[in-house]
């Protein structure tokens, strides 16, 4: 199993503004994952972050406006960038190509 | 792409009733799992089963991959296991999880 520590837990953010959210794993992994749940919706996922490589975004996701870094095997952080209230949702990181094990999310309103 | 869709989407028990949740799925998958989402956004895996059956506790699955479903049975439901049930496959070698929609199971004292 992994331990994934998420933070902010948290944030009311101003529109046009730019917000990044860390993930810490307790292990190295190779791939780490960054998924968005809008309000009442089921979870999407955003890009895939590969230490030492561009991250890999979704149909729908751009680099410009969620920039991913993964600097080693055990953190990453998301950015979502320009922030709109359109981005208004939880946003989780995850780890594991078999069990997949989640961070505890980000609850960003934008306002 | 890849279709997975739940059922039912809603679901209110009297604390003690069982249920049976589904899950289909419109192609081959490398696995699948079943995740729990508490009411403060807390995503915990409940069972990794691509075939076949788990039990653990209260609750169990079974998978049947060459029917595409997989079935998530709660015996004797508590408030706790009150929130959202998701199913999510592999689709593609590589860990990326592609989610149904939930089941939001409320359950009543």
């Known amino acids: 199993s992994a331990v994934i520590s998420q933070k902010p837990s948290r944030d009311i953010c101003q529109r046009g503004t730019s917000l990044t959210i860390q993930c810490q794993v307790d292990s190295q992994v190779t791939m780490m994952f960054w998924y968005r749940q809008q309000p009442g919706q089921s979870l999407t996922l955003i890009a895939t972050a590969n230490q030492g490589s561009e991250a890999t975004y979704e149909s729908g996701f751009v680099i410009d406006k969620f920039p991913i870094s993964r600097p080693n095997l055990t953190f990453s952080t998301l950015t979502v960038s320009n922030m709109s209230p359109e981005d208004s949702s939880i946003y989780l990181c995850s780890v594991g190509t078999g069990v997949a094990f989640f961070g505890q999310g980000t609850r960003l309103t934008v306002v | 792409g890849i279709q997975v869709e739940q059922s039912p989407p809603d679901l209110i028990l009297q604390e003690g009733a069982n249920s049976t949740l589904r899950c289909n799925f419109s192609d081959s998958v490398n696995n699948l799992q079943w995740f729990h989402q508490n009411p403060w956004g807390q995503l915990i895996n409940l069972f990794y089963i691509p075939s076949g059956t788990k039990q653990n506790g209260r609750l169990s699955a079974t998978t049947v991959a060459t029917e595409r479903y997989s079935l998530l049975y709660i015996s004797s439901s508590q408030t706790t296991d009150s929130g959202v049930y998701f199913c999510?496959?592999?689709?593609?070698?590589?860990?990326?999880?592609?989610f149904g929609q939930g089941t939001e199971l409320s359950v009543k004292p």
């Open positions: 999510a496959v592999e689709y593609r070698q590589g860990g990326k999880l592609i």
